[in-house]
């Protein structure tokens, strides 16, 4: 049985239902009282990184797939313009030039502390590594889904944004 179910384990459709079926369970144990304090520390997103990054560290699911690039090229474009349809703009506007200069001050913020730190610490890094503090920097300023879009974007490979997206969690 087990042997049989590895093999599916890299087919595109089998995976896709897995992952689905993954984040159903953890939306479902999120509102479970007996684990819902599991959630308030670390949110569902954190967990929607981190279990799949385990189940392909033990070699339960592929590391590469068809599905991935689907994924990351087709779907999440959609999801980020799905995930901004409901952004209610007067409810920003009215929230006036104070909190959209407090937003701008920590963006700024964080971009310039992404750079000093770089350039701190850039011959201890591996190559390529501004491109992770330049996503990480777009996480920070405007969630997983930039982190998301950035990596897209600069072609950063997944053994580079797993730490990330761990980081961005913690």
């Known amino acids: 049985f087990f042997d049989k179910l590895r093999a599916n384990m890299n087919h595109p459709v089998f995976l896709l239902f897995l992952f689905i079926l993954l984040i159903a369970l953890l939306q479902k144990l999120s509102r479970h009282p007996a684990t819902q304090w599991a959630f308030k520390v670390l949110p569902v997103p954190f967990w929607c990184y981190v279990v799949p990054m385990g189940l392909t560290t033990l070699g339960w699911i592929p590391s590469g797939s068809p599905l991935y690039p689907f994924l990351s090229q ?97």
């Open 74 to 170: 087709q779907l999440l474009p959609v999801c980020l313009v799905l995930l901004l349809i409901g952004t209610d703009l007067k409810a920003i506007s009215r929230l006036g030039p104070m909190a959209t200069g407090l937003m701008l001050a920590g963006a700024a913020g964080t971009i310039s502390g992404g750079l000093i730190s770089f350039l701190l610490y850039h011959r201890w890094l591996p190559p390529g590594s501004w491109a992770g503090i330049g996503a990480l920097s777009a996480s920070w300023i405007g969630g997983s889904s930039n982190l998301l879009a950035v990596k897209e974007a600069l072609g950063l490979s997944d053994t580079l944004v797993a730490p990330l997206l761990i980081v961005d969690a913690l």
